[in-house]
């Protein structure tokens, strides 16, 4: 079982950035692949961006290529989502999950667990 609380979300300007942190609980989070998804109004829940168990690969979204990089502390049990040069239609609440795979999939319907959200708006 893993609990996830995300936080760090919060109301920037476009061309701001903001670090959204992971927090997890639970011995075996060094295994997980963890990944960031987000949920606009009226939208679906998509990928924006993933990690393995190690760290070592990484996949993005192309809409947030260059300007948001996810890392992982295993040693906190804590992943991360730096976003910079944030735009108004990175506006959504994002979500933390964790995948028993370890690969860091894009694929949502292989993540076990969630956190509750963390809303993120971006300002024009």
């Known amino acids: 079982q893993v609990q996830l609380v995300e936080s760090g979300g919060g109301l920037v300007q476009a061309g701001g950035s903001l670090r959204l942190s992971c927090a997890a609980s639970?011995?075996?989070?060094?295994?997980?692949?963890m990944g960031w998804f987000r949920q606009a109004p009226g939208k679906e829940r998509e990928f924006v961006a993933a990690?393995?168990?190690?760290?070592?690969?990484?996949n993005y979204v192309d809409s947030v290529k260059g300007r948001f990089t996810i890392s992982r502390d295993n040693a906190k049990n804590t992943v991360y989502l730096q976003m910079n040069n944030l735009k108004p239609e990175d506006t959504a609440v994002y979500y933390c999950?964790?995948?028993?795979?370890?690969?860091?999939?894009?694929?949502?319907?292989?993540?076990?667990?969630w956190g509750q959200g963390t809303q993120v708006t971006v300002s024009s």
């Open positions: 999950a964790a995948e028993a795979y370890g690969l860091g999939s894009t694929t949502r319907l292989l993540y076990n667990y």
């Open positions: 639970g011995r075996t989070f060094r295994n997980y692949g």
């Open positions: 990690i393995s168990y190690t760290g070592g690969s990484t």
